[in-house]
């Protein structure tokens, strides 16, 4: 598969396309999720080749992608994408992301309001999630733990071992992007919610732990022009393979709202 690889933003990131009907007046921008690549979306965007091409990207971190050169935040990761934007021909957008993608996009949008025509967002992050006092307990002693554990032990097998116990999967795994993880599940971006005036399509699995549709609930309410949308049977992450007809189904419905606008 061909790779662009893009330099925008004090970043380089791989964009990955798919060509889709010359006729459509739409273009799919894919963000994918932390810890995933554009293979995560690649079955998809084919799905919908007739109501536009796609450009899939592999975050910086991700994929083929390098690591930052700093800490970003999702608003290091939106600014990015909108100054490989503005070296592309003009073109109606619809931003396709999920979870993680999903923080990106509403940055993009609040940010860079002419970037993109429309969001469509999967199983999206970026509110601070509501926990029951025993969850908010039991996180808290896990934090305390691991702090403590922190302390007394040396950089080396034995704090890895420590992260892996008491750390979260995502953290565990991140590596290098720790410090970038730390920073973006520490965001709250209600406030950049408001700010976003494009449409915005919201999709959920009732079975989400992750990020409930309780939060597609609160996105909504804080986005002037959202809807939302919640698929039953299906979780954080197989919502875009079980359920990918569904969520196709959407966003072509989704894609003809915004080419009649």
């Not at 039991?138 to 302390?151: D, H, P, T």
């Not at 991140?174 to 976003?196: H, N, W, Y």
């Not at 005036?197 to 804080?222: F, K, Q």
Request: with cysteine; glycine share 10%.
């Amino acid at each position: 598969m061909h790779v662009t690889r893009v330099n925008a933003g004090n970043g380089e990131f791989a964009v990955y396309p798919v060509e889709g009907n010359p006729a459509a007046t739409i273009q799919f921008v894919w963000g994918h999720g932390w810890g995933h690549s554009h293979a995560q979306f690649l079955p998809l965007a084919r799905s919908v080749v007739q109501s536009g091409p796609s450009l899939l990207l592999d975050f910086p971190g991700f994929g083929a992608s390098p690591v930052p050169p700093e800490s970003w935040g999702t608003a290091d990761y939106a600014d990015a994408v909108a100054a490989w934007f503005a070296t592309l021909p003009p073109a109606r957008r619809i931003w396709v992301g999920h979870s993680f993608g999903c923080r990106v996009g509403l940055q993009l949008a609040a940010r860079h309001p002419a970037a993109v025509d429309g969001l469509f967002l999967v199983s999206g992050a970026g509110l601070r999630p509501h926990r029951s006092p025993g969850k908010r307990l039991r996180l808290a002693a896990r934090r305390w733990a691991f702090k403590a554990g922190r302390a007394l032990l040396p950089e080396g097998p034995a704090r890895e071992s420590l992260r892996q116990r008491l750390g979260s999967a995502d953290y565990a795994r991140a590596g290098a992007m720790r410090p970038i993880l730390v920073r973006v599940v520490g965001e709250d971006l209600s406030e950049v919610a408001k700010q976003v005036s494009c449409p915005v399509a919201l999709v959920y699995g009732d079975r989400d732990r992750d990020t409930p549709p309780e939060m597609g609930e609160r996105l909504r309410a804080l986005c002037p022009r959202a809807t939302l949308s919640v698929l039953r049977g299906f979780d954080h992450h197989d919502i875009l393979t079980e359920g990918q007809h569904q969520v196709v189904h959407r966003l072509t419905e989704f894609t003809r709202e915004i080419a009649r606008a």
